[in-house]
Structure formats: structure tokens, C-alpha cells
């Protein structure tokens, strides 16, 4: 009967797997976990870079040449965030205590701490640039969501970020720069430069070599 229900989806080439029902009710979040630990170990190598003067952009796109490991979710930044990867990891490992195999997945914690040390980084970085009271800046943080193309910030990392920061902060909407451009039918690049002129202090929150903390020095000087 499923078959037929999903024949048109199946008729395009889509994997058909048949599974019991504790197997199928731990895909998700297995996939989920698997996912959360390939961010966080970049996020990991990210630390170790900076410490040993290296570069994660290049670390990444060298080890994700190998087929076994791919590049995908292998771009350091400041972390996951959403409605799935956080909340499925601890559900999982919880789930695992009840039966009996706690240990099995006690790794999860500490892809979890890593993942939110990756917020403190940024942090640490700003108050390094600029100042430890950064209560006398403005800040435009750019990129709100806690995914590209999605307006969605549930447990969005920027946002928990920026709460963080303890400085001004003007949001013009929850949508990206890209959304905000095509509203005022300007380019990106001349948007961007607004917002940072307009307030000081620009953060990007993208790939880069200290790990996903992109800091332009030149926007610091309001040029």
C-alpha cells in the first residue's frame, strides 16, 4: 500500500528501504547526530588551526577531497543552531540512558559543548578587536537565521550571539541582507557597506580562517 502511495516519488529514482519500527524511529536522529559531529570536529579543527597558525578553510578542502569524508557540513563557523540538530543530539542521548547504553553516545556531549564553545569564539574575538566594555559600540550583526536562505531562527547561534555581545543592536528584519537588498533594489555589496558605515562595526558571520569569524578591520574605521 505504501508503494503505491509514494509511486510517483519512487518512479523518480528515490530509495525504497524497508525497516522495523525502532530502526526507522532512530534514522532521524542518528542522521542528525552524525551531522552535528561533522560540524563540530571542523569546528574542533578550527581551534586547533588557530592555535597552530593554520588555516581550517584549507584543512577542510583538503581532507573533503577524500571520498570517504566529502565536503559538505565541513565549513567552520560558529556552530549549529535550528529546531532539529541541538534538540535531536540531547534527545538522543537521553533516550540512550533509558535504555541502557548511556555510554554508547556520550560523545554527543562533547559535540554539543563544542558546538556552543564555537558562539564564545566569536565573542572572545570581538571583545579581543575591540574592547571588553562593548557596551559603547553599535553592532550590525548580518545573517540572523540560524541557516543560510531561511528566515528561521529558532536556536540560531547569531541571534544567541549577539544577545551575548550586551551592545546595540538593530536588526531590520529576521530575513539576510540578500532579502533586505531586494526590497530596496540595491546590490548587496552597497547594502552591506550601509549598514556597516550606519553603525560602526560590521560582523559577517561566514567561512574564514579563524574559523567562521570574518572581522573587517576597514569597516572598524567606517570606511
Same mark, same amino acid.
Given at each position: 500500500?505504501? #508503494?503505491? @502511495? +509514494?509511486?510517483?516519488?519512487?518512479?523518480?529514482?528515490?530509495?525504497?528501504?524497508?525497516?522495523?519500527?525502532?530502526?526507522?524511529?532512530? @534514522? #532521524?536522529?542518528?542522521?542528525?547526530?552524525?551531522?552535528?559531529?561533522?560540524?563540530?570536529?571542523i569546528n574542533a579543527m578550527a581551534e586547533v588551526c588557530e592555535a597552530a597558525?593554520?588555516? @581550517?578553510?584549507v584543512l577542510a578542502k583538503a581532507i573533503g577531497y577524500d571520498p570517504r569524508i566529502g565536503n559538505r557540513f565541513l565549513q567552520a563557523g560558529i556552530g549549529f543552531g535550528g529546531g532539529c540538530l541541538p534538540k535531536d543530539i540531547r534527545a538522543f542521548m537521553a533516550r540512550a540512558e533509558e535504555l541502557g547504553a548511556k555510554q554508547a553516545l556520550e560523545f554527543l556531549t562533547e559535540i554539543d559543548a563544542i558546538n556552543l564553545r564555537a558562539r564564545q569564539r566569536v565573542i572572545d574575538v570581538v571583545r579581543a578587536d575591540l574592547s571588553e566594555d562593548l557596551t559603547q559600540y553599535k553592532i550590525a550583526v548580518l545573517g540572523a537565521a540560524f541557516k543560510p536562505d531561511s528566515d528561521d531562527v529558532r536556536d540560531s547561534p547569531a541571534l544567541? &550571539?549577539?544577545?551575548?555581545?550586551?551592545?546595540?543592536?538593530? #536588526?531590520?528584519?529576521?530575513?539576510?541582507v540578500k532579502k533586505l537588498?531586494?526590497?530596496?533594489?540595491?546590490? &548587496?555589496? +552597497? @547594502?552591506?557597506?550601509?549598514?556597516?558605515?550606519? +553603525?560602526?562595526?560590521? &560582523?559577517?558571520?561566514?567561512?574564514?580562517?579563524?574559523?567562521?569569524?570574518?572581522?573587517?578591520?576597514? +569597516?572598524? &574605521?567606517?570606511?
Open positions: 500500500m505504501l #508503494k503505491e @502511495v +509514494y509511486e510517483p516519488v519512487l518512479a523518480l529514482g528515490t530509495p525504497w528501504i524497508r525497516a522495523d519500527l525502532p530502526t526507522a524511529e532512530l @534514522v #532521524k536522529v542518528a542522521a542528525n547526530s552524525f551531522l552535528a559531529t561533522k560540524i563540530s570536529f597558525g593554520g588555516d @581550517v578553510t544567541d &550571539i549577539a544577545a551575548q555581545l550586551e551592545a546595540g543592536l538593530k #536588526k531590520f528584519e529576521r530575513m539576510s537588498s531586494a526590497e530596496l533594489g540595491l546590490s &548587496i555589496p +552597497y @547594502v552591506r557597506n550601509a549598514l556597516v558605515q550606519h +553603525y560602526g562595526v560590521g &560582523i559577517t558571520f561566514t567561512k574564514g580562517r579563524t574559523g567562521g569569524i570574518t572581522l573587517d578591520k576597514d +569597516y572598524l &574605521i567606517g570606511r
